[in-house]
């Protein structure tokens, strides 16, 4: 029998606050990883502790940002809109206060991409020019992954695993169409 909770989520259900969507672990169902949009006002500073998460920083849209943890700052470029072009990022451990800040005369919308770790690792910073871009599929099945935190390009996180997707308009993710969920005794 399939486990009984909510896959999908309404727009705006995930919402609190000025963030655009909260969803940890716990409230998703699953074991590592969690998402928060945050929406920052120009010059807004944020400080969030990262507890028994790690991050990752991905600016999605808007005006430049900073991102301190360890008294280490660094800058996010950032770009206006998520299909703009392939951004920076940047990586903050487990146990570490992380302070977030609007620093252009933008709005900015942020992914803060996280997993539940045990494993300590130093921050990072990402330059854009260092995501590698690959192609896959082909076709309606095409699409562009940009592999800013997977592990193959980023190896200093414990449990964090992230890519950015791009399908474009009516194709599909993968081919032939599937789910990734247990099939009941009736399908």
Same mark, same amino acid.
């Given at each position: 029998m399939i486990e009984e909770r909510q896959l999908h989520r309404p727009a705006r259900s995930l919402a609190n606050g000025t963030d655009a969507c909260v969803l940890t672990p716990e409230e998703a169902g699953w074991?590592?990883?969690?998402?928060r949009i945050v929406r920052m006002s /120009?010059?807004?500073v944020r400080s969030i502790e990262t $507890? $028994?998460?790690?991050?990752a920083v991905l600016p999605l849209s808007g005006g430049t940002s900073a991102v301190t943890a360890e008294d280490t700052r660094y800058d996010l470029y950032g770009r206006d809109t998520v299909f703009a072009r392939v951004t920076d990022w940047a990586y903050v451990p487990i146990e570490t206060t992380m302070t977030i800040e609007a620093t252009g005369d933008r709005p900015v919308e942020l992914a803060l991409c996280s997993a539940r770790a045990t494993q300590r690792f130093a921050p990072h910073y990402g330059a854009a020019e260092d995501v590698s871009v690959e192609l896959r599929g082909g076709g309606q099945a095409s699409r562009q992954i940009n592999n800013f935190c997977s592990p193959e390009?980023?190896? $200093?996180?414990?449990?964090?695993?992230?890519v950015e997707v791009y399908t /474009?308009? $009516?194709n599909w993710s993968s081919y032939p169409p599937h789910k990734h969920d247990d099939s009941p005794e009736c399908e």
């Open positions: 074991t590592y990883s969690g998402l /120009p010059g807004e $507890g $028994g998460d790690e991050f390009q980023f190896a $200093g996180a414990d449990k964090l695993m992230c /474009p308009d $009516g």
